[in-house]
């Protein structure tokens, strides 16, 4: 792969060189002090992510636990549900994509769930979730930041609805966490969960849970996966270590990627993050393409990700419009599921400059102008400079 090959998928995004540096050291044993300091380290960043994610620069919460898992956020997600509900256990989830879909998959195999679906990119409407909720629920999991169709949804709705019938509420933040704001204490949130290689730059293969003192105190670790038991896990942690063999090399670069974070500050990289997707929404208006799916209030979309309609002409073949982006050394998705050949999605998750994301601009638009689409490149490279500006 080429040193300047440019990753604009939601996750995997590029890595720092000293992320990919840290991964490559001499090997140590998961239960040496080295490896104690480099979860110690990751721990501690993982904890200011958390708890500091705000743009007034605020503190969200404290006293939480962040925890490493070695697997990806899906074993995370299971892993708060099953800690938390089982058997004649009722869990609320709320649907309108993909990963909310997932939620509801992982929660059939546990407990009894009620669904509050909406079409993939509906926006999650507040009172179906209120009449679905009861004193009975124990659970409700929802999505932050929903990747497959750009839209962030109503977490502190949510939040407030759980909280009033003391429910549980896990909260997938996995595009979200790391570059946007995640209000943990103010939403009401008891276990966030996210993905290493999304908005904290770090290689996939582990995720990060913060769970907070409430939580801690429901997990039933017996009733979950053996694998996955987070009394297990919240023990090992107070001395740095995992239940089972870490992820060494992964650990590693998390640790890193994460004390970058810390040092940029995330109330920077909330700035930053939300001026690159007005970028990236602004060009590709100014192109003449539309949102998907297009909203009046613009605090309705990511801003982590982007998702744009493709043009009729380009749905008849839009191999022709993904390849020319990828000939032009830039990756970029396309719709998931039923969303295939209908959307195009970028993302500006993680540590990307004002360059990038302008490179990002003109190899989409350039890839257009090949498949046949005469979008107005130049407006949109404009739109998109005057709000990196
Ligand atoms: N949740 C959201 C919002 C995601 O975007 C993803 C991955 O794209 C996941 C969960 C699950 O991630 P993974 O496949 O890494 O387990």
Redesign the pocket.
Known sequence: MREDFLLLN??PVPLAREVRTAMSEPMVSHRSAEFESVYERAQNSLDYIFERSSLDGTKTTSGGTSLVFN???????EAAVANLAGEGDEVVTVVN???GR??KRIADRYANVTPVEFDWGHPVEPEAVAEAVSDDTKVVTM??????TGLLNPVAEVGEIAEEHDAYFVV????SLGGDEFLVDEWNVDVA?T?A??CLAAP?GT?AMYATPRAQEAFDGEKAPFYEDLDWHLRKAESHQTPFTSAVPLFRGLAVAVENIEEEGMQERISRHRSQSRAFRAAFMAMGLSMFPEKNDESEYSNTLTAISLPAGVRENPDAFFDAVTDRSVSISGGQAHLGGEIFRVSNMGNLSSEQILRGVRAIGEAFHEAGEDVDLEAGMAAAREQLR
């Open positions: 939601p996750g697997g990806t956020a899906t074993m995370a997600m994509g993909k990963f997932r939620f999505v932050h930041n929903e990747t497959s997938d933040g996995v595009t969960v993905d290689q999304k996939p995720s």
